[in-house]
């Protein structure tokens, strides 16, 4: 996946965008999750030496499936 998020304040890259809806277009997608929190500015402490994308991708990981 293209981790081209600008991080906080900033928008994803246009290339990001591409990308999100070519997956969920493909039909690649199993589940989207909104979070309201995100409409306004964003304010949390990620573990040290872990970027947003590796912190959200291994808090999903961790869920458990059926």
Known sequence: ???SYGG???AP???????TLALVGD???RA??????TEGEVTANLP???D????????AQSWPTR
């Open 48 to 50: 040290e030496n872990t």
């Open 27 to 29: 039909k690649r997608v």
């Open 52 to 59: 947003y994308m590796a912190w959200l991708r291994a808090t």
């Open 1 to 3: 996946m293209n981790n």
């Open 8 to 10: 906080a304040g900033n």
């Open 32 to 37: 989207l999750i909104y979070n309201v929190q």
């Open 13 to 19: 890259s246009p290339a990001a965008i591409a990308e």
